[in-house]
């Protein structure tokens, strides 16, 4: 089990010790690895030091659109997704679900990273797009087809939306990765999205510290060794065994991200 997408820098781990201790929380749980996907340019570099101290973890480097109003230079994201633990851009996108920063400013720092990171594959640097989207399919999508970068490299994370904006999504030709709010007995429309994707086009992650799945949902924080609990929901409403949704959602992962993860225990 992999969990494909955390945020192990938040303050919120401090008191677990931090992000080892957190990583070794979820080994003893069966989970070989995560990914902590960056929010600022600044926090992309620290992600970077941190990842390049446990081999159980990898980073990503890009902007979220909530954090578009912050200081730093989208050009510095290419020295950070040079180095050697890199495996994504993002987490980018679209949030319309809050009102700040406002979409102006939240298209510029999407519309500037999407330029950068189509020229910078022509020189030779090319990694998948970790996609941020919130109640913005309709503005978001035609932006990343008119960007011409290859739609099986962007992945839709913590996908919240409807069967139809899944339906929207996986005709562009993107992947899609499922949060603990498929486990949320209030959310049945994201369960049916998840009966949608092909098999080779899921993927799982956490989000923490955000979206605590069920059954733990009151712990605060979130954290990487619950993604077993995303991987069994999965299971369930795909109508396959956990212990097959794993090698699935392990296999997808290294495939997506381009990494071997560590051999150890699986969780099923
Ligand atoms: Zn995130």
Redesign the pocket.
């Known amino acids: 089990m992999f969990d494909t ?1 955390c ?1 192990l820098r938040f303050p919120d781990y401090e008191t677990l010790g931090g992000a080892s201790k957190v990583l070794d929380r979820a080994t003893a749980a069966g989970v070989r690895g995560a990914i902590t ?1 960056a929010t600022t340019v600044e926090d992309a570099r620290l992600s970077a030091d941190l990842a390049e101290s446990d081999d159980r973890l990898w980073h990503s480097a890009g902007i ?1 659109p909530l954090y578009a109003d912050q200081p730093g230079d989208i050009k510095d994201l290419k020295a950070i997704a040079e180095r050697p633990r890199c495996v994504a851009f993002g ?1 980018l996108g679209l949030d319309q679900h809050y009102a700040k920063p406002n979409q102006d400013t939240q298209i510029a720092a999407l519309e500037g990273q999407l330029e950068h990171i189509a020229q910078w594959r022509t020189e030779g640097l090319a990694k998948p797009i970790v996609i ?1 989207c919130r109640k913005a399919f309709a503005d978001l999508l035609p932006r990343l087809v008119e960007s011409g970068l290859p739609p099986e490299e962007f992945v839709f ?2 996908f919240t939306g409807s069967p139809d904006e899944a339906r929207q999504v996986l005709d562009f030709g993107a992947w899609i990765s499922f949060t603990g709010v498929v486990t949320f007995q209030n959310a049945p429309e994201v369960a049916r999205a998840a009966t949608l994707v092909p098999r080779d086009r899921i993927m799982a992650e956490t ?1 923490a510290p955000f979206m605590s799945p069920a059954p733990h949902r009151a712990v605060k924080p979130n954290e990487p060794k619950f993604v077993v609990h995303i991987c069994e929901a999965l299971a369930q409403i795909r109508g396959c065994t956990a212990k097959e949704m794993e090698s699935q959602l392990d296999a997808n992962a290294e495939q997506f991200f381009g990494i071997t993860l560590p051999d150890s225990p699986t969780a099923f």
């Open positions: 997408h945020h996907i979220h987490e941020h994370h913590c989000d």
